[in-house]
Nanobody, 124 residues
Framework: VQLQASGGGLVQAGDSLRLSCAVS????????VAWFRRAPGKEREFVAT???????YYANSVKGRGTISRDNDKNTVYLTMHNLKPEDTATYYC???????????????????WGLGTLVTVSS
């Protein structure tokens, strides 16, 4: 499984942005794909994930502002963020797991496949 994140850039506070995670090697409908982010000087943190059940799970920091979705035809998972804040500035990574009992879905250890990040900078 290979993942490639894209869509980052420089935006203004209050703007919206959609990040893409193109997946190859397996169809995304069959396993969870998550988004994490690492802000400058901080550890990488969970943002959102799709679930084996088809549901979604969000970190409190983006709940209500972020939507994770997938296009099975394009084998791509998206993260759309609204009302962006300077504290959303980070490199965003997508990750995937093929393990049904991978552990806590908000932890990095649950994911075996990672893409290179895409940088999002939110100016105030």
């Amino acid at each position: 499984v290979q993942l490639q994140a894209s869509g980052g850039g420089l935006v203004q506070a209050g703007d919206s942005l959609r990040l893409s995670c193109a997946v190859s090697g397996r169809t995304i409908s069959s396993f969870p794909v998550a988004w994490f982010r690492r802000a400058p000087g901080k550890e990488r943190e969970f943002v959102a994930t799709t679930r084996w059940s088809g549901g979604r799970y969000y970190a409190n920091s983006v709940k209500g502002r972020g939507t994770i979705s997938r296009d099975n035809d394009k084998n791509t998972v998206y993260l759309t963020m609204h009302n962006l804040k300077p504290e959303d500035t980070a490199t965003y990574y997508c990750a995937a797991t093929l393990r049904r009992n991978a552990g806590w879905e908000h932890l990095e250890d649950a994911y075996d496949y990672w893409g290179l990040g895409t940088l999002v900078t939110v100016s105030s």
